[in-house]
């Protein structure tokens, strides 16, 4: 992918019905020696389009250049022509993953997921260059994911996120109600979970939808681990991952990695 010595960034992730979009600062030095800043993040239906209004005030008096990807490639059609329209910053449109500045080492490469490569692209400036790394992604699917102490995406296992647990379990039954998201999020203050046993019908199905990703994710985690020669790191990221962060305290945060795996690609 082309070089840049540009140091702010406006990335763009498109997925199948929502946009993420934010604004990076990279430091001084080589981008492959730290990740880029988030200075403000913004994450909407795709229907609803770029948050210009937003994007205009934390944008203001900033060069940057934009750089958009995604999985939803009508999705990203739809961004750049909004893009040309709003805006006279040039627009890097990201198609092709083989570019990406990184190894793939799974049945059929071409097939995995963006956001699962761009992640494994950042992890590689994150992680202890001596240690393997895997990387929880948790979203609409919760992908976990290993990439070797050399550097190579090996592949990994996804299952349903929070939200979708619970939507399935709403669709798929006659009387389960609607868990919302933000019902989810609610947790208790002092434990930051739910409680194990629940004493209604919501309350029961939120403890299944949260100790079960919790507990799917442990047991992936220590299945991948286990065949490993040396250590490894933990990294979480994606929009549930504030809720699974307090139950990994070992693990490394880092909310946005997938735009800054697309920095890095793209400065690479």
């Known amino acids: 992918m082309p070089h840049s010595n540009g140091r702010s960034w406006l990335a763009v992730d498109v997925g199948n019905s929502r946009v993420k979009t934010g604004l990076f600062v990279s430091d001084p030095g080589p ?3 730290t990740l ?3 200075k403000a993040c913004f994450n909407t239906a795709l229907e609803d389009g770029l948050s210009w209004e937003e994007l205009s005030i934390v944008g203001t008096g ?9 999985s939803n490639q009508q999705g990203v059609d739809r961004v750049a022509a909004e893009w040309s329209q709003r805006s006279d910053v040039e627009l890097l449109v990201v198609r092709d993953s083989r570019q990406f500045p990184i190894l793939v080492d799974v049945d059929f490469p071409d097939r995995v ?11 590689n400036v994150v992680r202890n260059p001596t240690h393997a790394a895997i990387i929880v992604d948790c979203g609409t699917a919760t992908t976990i994911d290993l990439v070797t102490a050399n550097a190579t995406f090996r592949g990994g296992a996804i299952l349903p996120g929070f939200a979708l647990c619970a939507t399935a ?16 999020a609610d947790v208790d203050n002092e434990t930051a979970a739910h409680p194990p046993l629940g004493r209604n019908t ?27 020669t040396g250590p490894f790191d933990i990294v979480l990221t994606g929009g549930g991952s504030r809720l699974l962060s307090p139950h990994f305290p070992d693990a490394i945060h880092c909310p946005y990695l997938p735009l800054q795996g697309l920095i890095v690609a793209a400065a690479s």
């Open 169 to 184: 379990m709403h669709h798929y039954t006659d009387v389960l109600p609607l868990i919302s998201i933000d019902q989810i």
């Open 202 to 228: 919501e309350a029961a199905m939120m403890s299944g939808v949260f100790w079960g990703q919790v507990g799917a994710i442990r047991e992936l985690i220590q299945r991948i681990g286990e065949p490993l």
């Open 62 to 70: 900033q060069e940057f250049r934009g750089i958009v990807v995604g």
């Open 36 to 38: 880029p800043v988030c």
């Open 113 to 123: 997921g963006f956001d699962r490569l761009l992640n494994a692209v950042a992890v």
């Open 31 to 33: 981008i492959e020696q």
